[in-house]
């Protein structure tokens, strides 16, 4: 099949007139070509948008401010942990000037410090990659890679979008109340949630609400939409590893979400109308017996949030894995290594993430049977995921490897994402998780698998992708720079963080772990000893630096959606999957005509073709199409 | 066509009238059962549950065509079912489990 | 390109999009509902012996509500079949059965709350215990209609089932005697605290219901004349979620009121 190659600006031509004028341009301005309808006005093209491209930008960039703005509020506890009790240089004023007491001289206040440990972690989680992995590039991409028109539901798609901004600003709002944002950890855990005396928590309830609400809407689109919408001749064993993963994140999200909206509903209850859902009877607080009915139980909540807690955790992974894949065999120009493997252990992933959940609660005094049991599915979970990670792996055996800065970020995924694997093993045994829970291991784990796992293949995504969205590249060399400095300082953030939970320094202590040192308590035994502290400050400065090798990537963004080197044609990558054969820009309806796909999705050098690659919908000429 | 529309929507009225006394027989065993002192509580529990169950599968299998939907919709809520029983065995099953052999 | 299945089912699948798309919001429904009932389960198995409210709740305006609900349920499922068959005068009749019913529920349900609302109870400065209906209150004093028992009798309060005809009587107390006063509201104990959670959000799903069944059965109307076809899915897609609605009081009924 000919690729069209296409001139900038887009739309090559007028879309019939009777089709409501709602186009799905992405968020950049180049509009000037009226085709003898009406243009919609601004609010429905760029705001009300029901285009699931347009969608898909929308959450791109919101969670992107989302995840800059939870990075910041990292760095100024990281300059408390570094230097406890010394005003922040600079932004300490302002601070004060904004938030008032709990900044008092520039100072991050114990209180403040638990409000941007909790927010942080809300924020990322909830705001920014979730948002960006699942909802941001699986709006985009998955109606074209199946060759769908759009989403089933289009128009539950925009209240999806709506109410997660919506949420997000009940986050962020949270920090201006008297009392300021919530204080009790991202995982909100009674009865500290319900016995701060703000209303912080309120506030990050509701805003867990709305957020809870748009995933369920947008779960919903996304698995009517993989499996109703599919293209013909797109069977399920035709899919992009992409799509297979997007379908069971919705799966995970539509039902791992809702006993947390409920566990949060019952907190907000105990929270607003001062039930005891999650108190214990005798509960004291300051001293003095609560004003409650007592007889809640504060586990229940954390079974009900640890429900949701886990599979949370394979929806930050499993899109990122998906890209990934994605990018690699695109720039292997090979086929990817064991796709069944990779299905069959997906699916696998999904349904197991439901029933490891109490691995976060191997200290709340678990008997052994029932730790025996979650110790044992989680171990089991672990297959499936090597199982991924080394077909990965293995499909780049005997490629012709091209490395551009998506392919970069993808290769940089699979160490990063295996030493996050494999320090999670003896946090899956009960009888060492003893030692190192609530640890900076734990802390150094998930972030290995988040930060330099998932965030890296979603920066190979917005780079690989980022041609089909503008018809522009991004600056090749600044992405090249992006990779090497993020990777560095990612690393020198944290691997000594590993160092610092196997010695005890223990999470969420504002002071660093000054309270717990050799040279706080000189003769203790088993403090930590200066270097361990130290490492603070070593942490600081990459930190630091990781925030400023983001300023490249964040320039080259912007700039080269007006001024980046244009494509020569629709697919630059030479990619077989769908969302490649269409125009630059794909217009409102994505194809003109249905495409008929006749070939699995990684048919890269195949013997005989003339082209190291062919498209899905090219059709098999020697035989004929395989249907289902 | 409106002659069996007509007969159409008789016949769909009696069979509903017939689930409506069944749930309405089911509520009442399930009260009876309730007021009644059959065995201890779990008994009682166990056998009211039971019922309920069986005035649930009523309106699921009548009146939301569940006997008669696609297979599609049955996977999805089999692994609902299952994934409920999950969260609810398992939490159960957490909250009652202590350590043994702690005490001296 | 048009969005495909809208309407018509795809093949393989034999469902049209909108179907499937409320069974797996009930599907995710299911679960919150389930989070909720295993909330109760637990704190119910972890109360202590004794403590746990029996005949609380009033087994017949229950039993009146399980009724009118499941009626409602019926007459939505008529609705629909009056749709498929044409006949939009009865649809219209049947589903304003299912609103008035829907109303009638939350009315039951409203006079429930407030009679746990007015109901107090009362710790007395020497130890006693006054429990009743608030019958008026001013500075002095609390009228209540109900009984007085001793401090140490306080389980007699929970198993009212047990308790066959308690006389209520009218009970004064004096404002300087009382070291607490409560009503049966969320923060009571665990069990109103679940009841009101639990039938409150059941009433919300009854309301957001209603919403949608009366845009159907008014303004929504209006896609009788242009898309029929369309117009009857959505009736079967809110008819759906409102069999759903009456799944869960079948569930909380019995687990609330009668066990």
Redesign the interface.
Known sequence: MEENVQQFPPFREPPAPEVHAEHGHPGHAEHEAHHGHHEPAFLSKYVFSTDHKVIGIQYGMVALLFMLFGFSLMLLMRWQIANPGKAVPFIGLLLEKVLGQPAAGGVISPELYNSFGAMHGTIMVFLGVVPLAFAAFGNYVVPLMIGAPDMTFPRVNMASFHAFFLGGVVMLVSFFIPGGAAQAGWTSYSPLATTIPTNGQAFWLVGMVLLITSSLLGAVNFIATI?QLRAPGMTWMRLPFFVWAQFVTA?ILL??FP?LEAAGLLQLMDNVAHTSFFLPTGLAVGGRLADISGGG?P??WQ??FW?LGHPEVYVLILPAMGIVCEVIANNTRKPIWGYKSLVYSVLFVG?LS??VW?HH?YMT??????AT?FQATTMIISIPSVIILTCLFISLWGGSIRFNTPMLFALGFLPMFGIGGLTGLPLGLAASDLYLHDTYYIIAHFHYVVAPGTIFALFAGIYFWFPKMTGRRMNEYWGRVHFWCSFTFMNIVFMPMFLQGIKGMLRRMSDGGANYSAARVPGAIDTLPDSIIQLNHTILWAAIGLGLAQLPFIINLFWSIKHGEKVNSDNPWGSTTLEWQTPTPPPHGNFKIEPQVARGPYEYSVPGESRDFSPQNEPVVKKAPVTH | ??E???T??KS??RR??L??LA??CT?AM??S???SHIGGWPV??AA??A??VV??FL??GF??HLLTE?K??FT??L???I??A???G??????Q????GTTH | MDIPYTIEARPD???YNA??GI??FL?SE??LF??L??AY??LR??APEGFWPHGWLS?TLG?VN??LL??S??T???AW??C????FR?FKFFHACTLLLALSFLCVKSYEYHDKWIHYEIHLKDGRIADGHLVEQNDQEVVLDGRIIDGNQEQLLYDL?AQKNIPDNEVRLERDNILKMENYGPRHNTFTAIYFTMTGLHALHIMGGCVVIGYLWGPGSRMWKTDRQRFTNRIEVSG?FW??V??VW??L???L???
């Open positions: 499996i799966f039902l791992a006993p139980s586990l229940l079974h009900l429900f349904f439901f029933i109490a609660m005094g678990m008997g052994q049977r029932i049991f | 066509m409106s069996s529309s007509a159409d929507l769909s009225v509903c009238g689930v409506f749930v309405a509520t399930m009260i059962a309730s007021f009682k529990v009211i549950l019922v309920a005035n649930a309106v699921a009146l939301m696609k599609m919709i999805v809520l692994f609902t079912v994934f409920f999950g969260l609810l398992l939490t159960l099953w957490a909250m489990d202590f350590p043994v | 699948t034999g469902l179907k499937l069974w797996l599907a299911v679960m389930g989070g009932f295993s389960v637990l198995v972890g087994v039993t399980t009724l499941a009626l349920a019926i939505t499922l008529l079949v009056a498929k068959v044409g006949e009865k089932r759906l069999h759903f009456d799944l079948i569930f009924f019995p687990v009121y009668l066990t």
